[in-house]
């Protein structure tokens, strides 16, 4: 089987609200989203999205994708979808790093393996678990009432998971996390997301402030070795989430004991063959796990718990279900959605979804 054909959708996905990020230094309204199909001359084609949480949170951003598809293509052209690291080694070697523009195509070659082999992504990944993931909102930052009234709001669809926000000014940050913990209902679990914004004192601060409490703050600075500094002098967990890019920040978040939870993003770490090896770096240490898009419709949140249900329940702490956010539907009727709180993948053979074709419109590109 070969790869005969790709072609590129650009589309924005317009969110419900408003969002600021951690701190309230980046607001996001609309997400660059890149939809790619590849078409095989089996006959069989598969569908993947790249959709970066904006153009200023990570160093991915959605024209980039575009841009380095265009690059890689004439290299992924030829290749046999199914195997999966002969298609990852020719994007590596045309493209060293970028793991964002490489994640939409590893993954629709993902979906395209799992057709041809009868079997959902899943149990291509190593076995589905029966039971769905739970799915962690994302409360955006603000007064303590603001963000449990967010809560709230997620809570009338089922969601007992919660990643919120944090990460301004500190003292206000210690009282958020206060008040929300206050009003955390029994069996919930919630995430402090700092997304980077905290200085390595103010963080040592906020943590050990709050340590009495139990609670894991994610990403509560900017680099690994800023992590590795604040490991020593805090007790609360830390999940780790945009400084693990690499398999490489894997084996040393872990080896290291820099964190006790994986934040593994997909689009993030280029898809789900190197997402695969963070788990199981992650599963071999001990660590629990969260898997999720960096954003998108349908397709992108079902990629991600396509993997999430390979996790042992023990070790899954969650998913992201972003298409909760949009005001579009990519792909109406199609993929895994929000059932109590949980989204849980069909045995569909490779992930089950099309996007609709009168919602992308035209090819941005379509290289052959
Ligand atoms: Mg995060």
């Known amino acids: 089987m070969k790869i005969v054909k790709i072609s590129v959708f650009q ?11 951690s701190g309230g ?10 939809f790619v199909k590849i078409e095989t001359d089996a006959g069989i084609l598969g569908w993947g999205e790249g959709t ?3 153009h200023t949170y990570v160093p991915a951003h959605g024209p980039g994708i575009r841009a380095g598809i265009e690059t890689m293509a004439s290299a992924i052209l030829g290749q046999d979808p199914r195997r999966l690291a002969h298609v990852e080694r020719a994007m590596d070697l045309c493209l060293p790093g970028h793991f964002y523009a490489k994640a939409p195509i590893d993954l629709a070659c993902w979906d395209i393996a799992g057709q041809a ?16 993931t739970w799915i962690a909102s994302s409360v955006s930052t603000g007064e303590p009432e ?11 669809r089922g969601y007992k998971a919660h990643s919120c926000k944090v990460g301004g000014d500190i003292e206000k940050d210690i009282a958020r996390i ?16 700092v997304n980077r914004a905290w200085t390595r004192r ?3 601060i906020v943590m050990n402030n709050v340590a009495d409490l139990g609670i894991t703050v994610e990403q509560p600075c900017e680099t690994l070795d800023d992590i590795a500094a604040l490991r020593k002098i805090t007790s609360t967990p830390i999940s780790v989430d945009e400084s693990l890019v690499t398999l490489q920040d894997a084996t040393r978040i872990a080896r290291d004991g820099l964190a006790e939870v994986f934040g593994i993003k997909l689009n993030r770490v280029g898809g789900l063959t190197k997402a695969a090896r963070m788990r199981d770096v992650a599963l071999a240490h001990g660590m629990q796990i969260y898997v999720m898009a ?16 390979t996790i042992p329940q023990e070790f899954r702490l969650g998913t992201w279900a972003c298409q909760d956010m949009l005001t579009i539907d990519m792909a109406p009727g199609q993929g895994a959605r929000n059932v109590n709180g949980k989204l849980t993948v069909s045995d569909t053979p490779g992930h089950g979804i099309v996007p609709d074709d009168e919602m992308l419109g035209d090819p941005f590109a379509v290289y052959q």
Not at 25 to 34: G, P, S
Not at 146 to 156: D, G, P, Q, T
Not at 294 to 309: I, K, M, P
């Open 52 to 54: 970066p949480w904006g």
């Open 146 to 156: 603001y963000m449990l009234r967010i809560v709230e709001s997620y809570r009338r």
């Open 25 to 34: 230094r980046l607001k996001f309204e609309v997400l660059d989203a890149t």
């Open 117 to 132: 082999a009868g079997l959902p992504i899943a149990d291509m990944l190593g076995g589905r678990d029966e039971e769905g």
């Open 202 to 204: 103010e963080a040592s």
């Open 11 to 21: 589309k924005d996905l317009p969110l419900s609200h408003p969002y600021w990020l």
């Open 294 to 309: 960096t954003g998108g419709s349908v397709l992108a949140d079902t990629e991600a718990a396509h993997l999430a249900q």
């Open 178 to 193: 206060r008040f929300l913990e206050e009003n955390r209902l029994p069996g919930e679990r919630f995430l402090y997301d």
